[in-house]
């Protein structure tokens, strides 16, 4: 049983939490995007551990507010929007900690290969071959700051839309566009000076 079927039951089963109805619809509802969520999770953290405590603490989130859910963007967009406010929460504690970002020597962890994990995405992720200039790339990415790191995973790894970005981070579009635009620059400066081509991975 993974860990993320564990998580649910184990969310799901809190009386104080959910109505049977409702907890079975949240299951339902959410089961298309978790395996999703874990890979979001894992490109921030870089960490297998620390990628499960954060999408189980987001799925408990989401149990606990779903009544509350109102539908007005996808399920999908609401549980990002929350994973993603995990994840700066988790950034923050750990930067306090003076904690590396990415550790180049955590490339195993429980017998996975982070950085096959990271690249298993979609099909942006997928042009990225496990090579010195795809592990360069990821670190990039990794030491941005955070507001341009999430409009960057979202984009290229997540593939949303301008506008799907903008709801999930609640931006406007115009600011989603100037992110990605300042995101890019950053990416291209930093490849060159790693002595790969800035636009090797079409960025």
């Known amino acids: ?11 799901l089963a809190k009386p104080d939490y959910l109505e049977p109805e409702l ?3 949240f299951w339902e509802d959410s089961a298309p995007f978790r395996q999703r969520l874990f890979y979001l999770a894992l490109g921030y953290l870089q960490s297998i551990d620390e990628a499960e405590d954060i999408v189980h603490e987001t799925l408990e989130k989401g149990a606990k507010n779903w009544s509350s859910f109102e539908h ?3 399920i999908y967009t609401w549980l990002v929007r929350i ?12 930067s306090r900690k003076k904690e590396t970002i ?16 990271s690249d298993q995405r ?5 042009k990225i071959e496990l090579s010195e200039a795809g592990e360069c790339l990821i670190n990039i990415v990794n030491t941005l700051d955070e507001k341009y790191r999430a409009t960057v995973f979202l984009r290229y790894f997540e593939e949303m839309k301008y506008g ?3 709801q999930t981070l609640a931006i406007s579009s115009g600011t989603v566009k100037s992110r990605l635009n300042e995101a890019r620059r950053q990416i291209r400066v930093q490849m060159e000076e790693a002595g790969f081509g800035g636009d090797i991975f079409g960025l």
């Not at 049983?1 to 969310?11: D, E, G, R, T, W």
């Not at 979609?122 to 997928?126: G, H």
């Open 122 to 126: 979609q099909n942006f992720s997928k």
């Open 83 to 94: 994973l993603i406010n995990n994840c700066k929460d988790f950034h923050k504690k750990r």
């Open 72 to 74: 007005k963007s996808g």
């Open 164 to 166: 799907e970005i903008a």
């Open 23 to 25: 907890a079975a619809k």
């Open 102 to 117: 990415f550790s180049e020597n955590a490339s195993v962890t429980n017998g996975l290969d982070i950085n096959d994990v």
């Open 1 to 11: 049983m993974s860990f993320l079927k564990i998580a649910l039951i184990y969310i």
